[in-house]
């Protein structure tokens, strides 16, 4: 049987290396050896916390989609212009006893060939955003903005600025408000807004309603005080994780708002956001603001979940020890 490191969430707040057991791989799989990865603060934090209502992310779990490698082996099915690519893996299933949630967070996967994306000419580092740009598009392509639209973004933690960065592509204008002025730092809007203390309410620095809020604090309270500004029949975006919706009924009533949620990725989101940050249409760089080795996993989950001023962490394998 082999065996490898991967990142387990044991019981509540508890997160660490561990070794687990591989299943044996298929002639139509791939082994990627794992160089980066990240942490998905909104349903990570959640898995940490153990609130997340699926059977198969009962703890101990190994968390993680954000996963970026290189091909060491193929299956005796495989194209052998596979081997020593590098490759983004949205988690994987290839573990015997214990869950995957996504499965990813693994100094080794073994996963279909047919499941992996090639990065090409994208730097690896940037690779482990592609999750993330991925659902930012989803979401925007569900809103379908047209250019001259105005669009308010809440928040600019990752998903935020990513939404912000596809919907000015698309040709919306745009306006991003946070409570933090780092976070802001990395922005890319057409209008950026710092609210909170000490600042202005978000309706006196924002003028003129917007054709659409974009919610991606997982704050209610941050989106019912953005309502005012919603335009008639305007539409709402959630791209947020919530445990519950709790909203004033009726400025939703009066103004006739939608409401979209957007859950994942949809197929061909994944290759076509690859190919906007290979082309620098989609610029992802500036995201990356926290680097640590894999072997301080525990301070990475507490920076990552917990440090405002990071908005994308970086775990770094390379020397991910090997028992």
């Known amino acids: 049987m082999t065996k490898t490191q991967a990142v387990v969430i044991s019981k509540p707040g508890e997160v660490g290396l561990q070794m687990v057991t591989l299943r044996p791989f298929t002639p139509q799989d791939v082994i ?8 998905s603060a909104g349903t990570e934090r959640m898995l940490l916390a153990g609130q997340m209502p699926h059977p198969m992310l009962k703890l101990p779990v190994i968390p993680g989609y ?5 091909i060491v082996e193929i299956g005796d099915e495989v194209d052998a212009s596979w081997l020593n690519r590098w490759v983004y893996v949205g988690g994987a299933q290839c573990y015997d006893g214990i869950n995957a949630a996504w499965g990813g967070q693994s100094a080794r996967l073994s996963v279909p060939a047919d499941r992996v994306i090639p990065l090409d000419e994208v730097d690896p580092r940037h690779g482990v955003l592609l999750a993330l740009a991925a659902t930012a ?12 639209d105005r669009l308010l973004v809440l928040g600019q933690g990752p998903v935020g600025q990513l939404a912000a960065r596809l919907a000015r592509i698309r040709g919306a204008q745009v306006v991003v408000a946070d409570r933090n002025e780092h976070r802001l730092a990395h922005a890319e809007a057409d209008q950026i807004v710092q609210v909170g203390e000490g600042h202005a309410p978000l309706n006196e620095q924002v003028v003129g309603g917007v054709t659409a809020v974009i919610e991606a604090t997982g704050s209610m309270t941050a989106l019912a005080e953005s309502l005012s500004l919603l ?15 709790q909203l004033p009924y009726m400025p939703l009533f009066l103004k006739e708002a939608r ?22 249409t989609l610029d992802v760089s500036a995201m990356l603001t926290h680097y640590l080795p894999i072997t301080d996993v525990a301070t990475a989950y507490d920076v990552a979940l917990n440090d405002a001023n990071c908005l994308k962490l970086v775990l770094e394998w390379q020397n991910a020890p090997s028992n």
């Open 32 to 39: 990627v050896q794992t160089a980066y990865t990240s942490i």
């Open 66 to 70: 954000e996963t970026v490698g290189r």
């Open 137 to 148: 598009l989803h979401g925007i392509n569900l809103l379908d903005p047209q250019p001259g």
């Open 231 to 245: 335009a008639q029949k305007g539409t709402i975006l959630l791209l947020g994780y919530y445990q519950t919706l």
């Open 259 to 280: 409401l979209l949620t957007a859950k994942e990725w949809a197929p061909g989101d994944l290759l076509h956001c690859r190919d906007l940050i290979a082309d620098g």
